[in-house]
């Protein structure tokens, strides 16, 4: 059976509340969560809460990309996560909020989230997540968090792992919703 599209929203809009839950509980669930990575936290729902939604319907594959991108699966490419999408924030005290939230970020193995870094010439440059969930049956991704540092090639970088994630996600889900 074929979701409607007037469903699209709500799935969506269900979809990002999981992926919201999942991001605060790093510091929700914390025995002892810092002030810092509580403002972190705040931050960064502030920052979310402005962002739109499109589905993606025809996805065409990554063309050649400057960035080589790596799945975040240890707590040093989690570091160095937080640094790049840090960079988001303008201000070095709100930067230091969101690298002290995102380094709290845990993964277990059935996690819905993966979280992805591109490096440019050997540094890491770019970040972005998806988070993908069942929905009658169907895998439904949605990428986010895309960003990368202000260099002078800061659209191309967010334009690759953009690429790159769209076709990630396209590979295993039905659906592949992209907030920005």
Request: glycine residues 2%; hydrophobic residues 40%.
């Amino acid at each position: 059976m074929n979701k409607r599209s007037d469903d699209m929203p709500l799935i969506t809009e269900k979809l990002i509340t999981l992926k919201n839950a999942w991001m605060a509980s790093h510091v929700t669930d914390a025995e002892f969560p810092t002030p810092l990575s509580e403002l972190g936290l705040h931050l960064y729902q502030l920052a979310h809460s402005e962002l739109s939604t499109q589905i993606i319907d025809s996805i065409i594959s990554p063309s050649e990309s400057s960035l080589t991108f790596y799945p975040v699966d240890c707590h040093p490419l989690t570091i160095r996560y937080a640094l790049v999408y840090s960079s988001y924030w303008q201000q070095e005290d709100q930067q230091q909020a969101i690298v002290e939230y995102l380094t709290q970020i845990m993964f277990e193995a059935d996690t819905k989230a993966q979280l992805y870094v591109g490096f440019y010439n050997g540094k890491p440059a770019a970040t972005g997540m998806i988070y993908t969930d069942i929905n009658d049956d169907k895998k439904i991704s949605l990428v986010s968090d895309i960003h990368a540092l202000p260099l002078p090639n800061q659209t191309q970088l967010m334009q690759n792992i953009e690429q790159f994630l769209l076709h990630t996600a396209q590979q295993t889900s039905a659906t592949v919703i992209l907030q920005k």
